[in-house]
């Protein structure tokens, strides 16, 4: 029995402690998060080296303001996704939703009366949704998808093709423009909303219900859970998000394009489903980090407009629309 305990104590005091950063190292590489966001930087590191301007204060801010729409409107496709739906007609709301803000000033009302017309758009918007998935029993993909082409086309009957560009005070074009400090105010807007539903999501019954009707719904249902008040919830949730992009959106450029927000359902997806949301519905690991995939994306962009030649044409998908930019000098 000592012969036994004593090769024990031998083989416990050959086996090689694994040092502290190394172990430390090593629990980092397994939080996801953590390494988005080691790509991020490196990428970023990259592009430094070939742009001196990718870097400077400016040009951060201009990245961080560009992709801040993109990460708000992620947020409420989360809450979708999760579920287990999926809703298409994003951009399209935010579109229409910026376009009746432009109207509403074009007619004379006051700034409050405008911003109140562009969110409750949205939420009609996206309460339609909830309504074709929950009662009339549409695939998700179908009743947004739908929806994206009414919205489109409402936009460009009304517009002609052609922008809506009405006077605006300037306490309104703040809210696009603004900074808080050296932040710009469409950051402030997505990282308060963002930390909002992220505690929604974490402390509270309906996002309980929420991941429980993405993960089991017919067990949730069972468990007295109302799984179809939770999901028209959520699209109505996801086309209010979505309208308060478009708000900001024109408060930024003033004007309404038609064609504004085109596209933007593809990049806001993959930003909720790299951020953590699970497209197979239910609770994946994370509810963080939305904006990141975008981020990375947009600084991509951003590098390309630096690289480039003088005064060459670009697309800014966040307006729809070209424009000239000049690489700095």
Do not use: W
Request: hydrophobic share 50%.
């Amino acid at each position: 029995m000592r012969a036994l305990s004593s090769k024990a104590d031998a083989s416990k005091t050959e086996t090689p402690a694994v040092p502290a950063p190394l172990a430390m190292l090593r629990a980092c590489l397994k939080i996801r998060e953590l390494n988005i966001l080691a790509v991020l930087i490196l990428v970023g590191a990259l592009i430094s080296l070939f742009s001196p301007y990718f870097l400077t204060t400016n040009n951060l801010m201009g990245v961080f303001r560009s992709f801040s729409l993109t990460a708000i409107m992620a947020v409420g496709m989360m809450l979708v996704i999760i579920t287990g739906g999926i809703d298409l007609s994003v951009g399209s709301v935010m579109g229409l939703s910026s376009l009746v803000t432009a109207l509403a000033f074009q007619h004379g009302l006051g700034a409050f009366a405008a911003v109140a017309g562009g969110l409750l758009t949205g939420v009609i918007v996206g309460a339609f949704n909830g309504f074709l998935v929950t009662r009339i029993q549409l695939p998700p993909f179908i009743a947004t998808l739908g929806t994206l082409s009414i919205g489109r086309g409402l936009m460009y009957i009304i517009t002609k093709g052609v922008p809506v560009t009405p006077d605006v005070p300037d306490s309104f074009t703040f809210i696009g423009q603004g900074y808080i400090g050296f932040i710009p105010f469409p950051v402030v807007v997505m990282a308060v909303m963002a930390a909002c539903f992220s505690v929604v999501m974490r402390r509270t019954r309906f996002g309980r219900h929420v991941y429980a009707t993405g993960g089991n719904e017919t067990a949730a249902l069972l468990s007295g859970v109302r799984t179809a008040r939770v999901k028209f919830t959520v699209y109505a949730l996801s086309g209010l998000i979505a309208a308060v992009a478009g708000v900001i959106s024109f408060s930024r450029f003033v004007s309404a394009e038609p064609a504004a927000g085109f596209g933007a359902e593809l990049d806001v997806i993959a930003a909720a489903a790299i951020g953590g949301a699970s497209l197979s519905g239910g609770r994946r690991d994370h509810r963080r980090g939305a904006g990141r995939h975008h981020h990375q994306r947009r600084s991509a962009a951003q590098y390309r407009h630096l690289c480039a030649a003088d005064h060459h044409r670009l697309r800014d998908p966040d307006r729809g629309e070209h424009r000239h930019l000049a690489a700095a000098p």
